[in-house]
T-cell receptor, first 114, second 111 residues
Framework: GAGVSQSPSNKVTEKGKDVELRCDPISGHTALYWYRQSLGQGLEFLIYFQGNSAPDKSGLPSDRFSAERTGGSVSTLTIQRTQQEDSAVYLC????????????FGPGTRLTVT | GENVEQHPSTLSVQEGDSAVIKCTYSDSASNYFPWYKQELGKRPQLIIDIRSNVGEKKDQRIAVTLNKTAKHFSLHITETQPEDSAVYFCAASGGNTPLVFGKGTRLSVIA
């Protein structure tokens, strides 16, 4: 079946512009995660949605970052007033249930802020 | 909250040798411990996981061990092959809490 998809695959933007990154999780998966991965680095947790519960936003690095998940499915990560340090690969993952089940990762969006 | 430490950060082994990567966790409530493999330019993928009701799990050349008392778990890869070269991430979770990942180990298998 279809896996996790993300769009766009690549995004180049000018410093100060806003960007929106999209994630389509696997159908039926109640949990959705966003991570940031800088070149050669680990997986930095950003935000976690689980069912109808309030999202865990503890990983968002600043108030320029926000995310929504509409209808328990598609999620959008928004970065306002982008900075060069925001350049990274943004990975989305979904799982059937909460933290105790396998996460399936999307291909990522490579964001470059010039 | 949970904190996961992973060692070593880099590991080089000769083809055919074994590789061991170790992780420790802080939250005694954690009960799910997966390992992910990320090849260069690709997304992370689950290779094996273990739950706290078992101490060891094996899948062909890969095995994971868990010591709940000491709060550490390890990944063992035997008879390493060049295609095992990748970054490996351990993680821990207490169920409904999000997975917390280690910082990764870059494994290089030298032919």
């Amino acid at each position: 079946g279809a896996g996790v998809s993300q769009s766009p695959s690549n995004k180049v933007t000018e410093k100060g512009k806003d960007v929106e990154l999209r994630c389509d999780p696997i159908s039926g998966h109640t949990a959705l995660y966003w991570y940031r991965q800088s070149l050669g680095q680990g997986l930095e947790f950003l935000i976690y949605f689980q069912g109808n519960s309030a999202p865990d936003k503890s990983g968002l690095p600043s108030d320029r970052f926000s995310a929504e998940r509409t209808g328990g499915s598609v999620s959008t990560l928004t970065i306002q007033r982008t900075q060069q340090e925001d350049s990274a690969v943004y990975l989305c993952a979904s799982s059937l249930a909460g933290g105790g089940s396998e996460q399936y990762f999307g291909p990522g969006t490579r964001l470059t802020v010039t | 909250g949970e904190n996961v430490e992973q060692h070593p950060s880099t590991l080089s082994v000769q083809e055919g040798d074994s590789a061991v990567i170790k992780c420790t966790y802080s939250d005694s409530a954690s009960n799910y411990f997966p390992w992910y493999k990320q090849e260069l330019g690709k997304r992370p993928q689950l290779i094996i996981d273990i739950r706290s009701n078992v101490g060891e799990k094996k899948d062909q050349r890969i095995a994971v061990t868990l010591n709940k008392t000491a709060k550490h778990f390890s990944l063992h890869i035997t008879e390493t092959q060049p295609e095992d070269s990748a970054v490996y991430f351990c993680a821990a979770s207490g169920g409904n809490t999000p997975l917390v990942f280690g910082k990764g180990t870059r494994l290089s298998v030298i032919a």
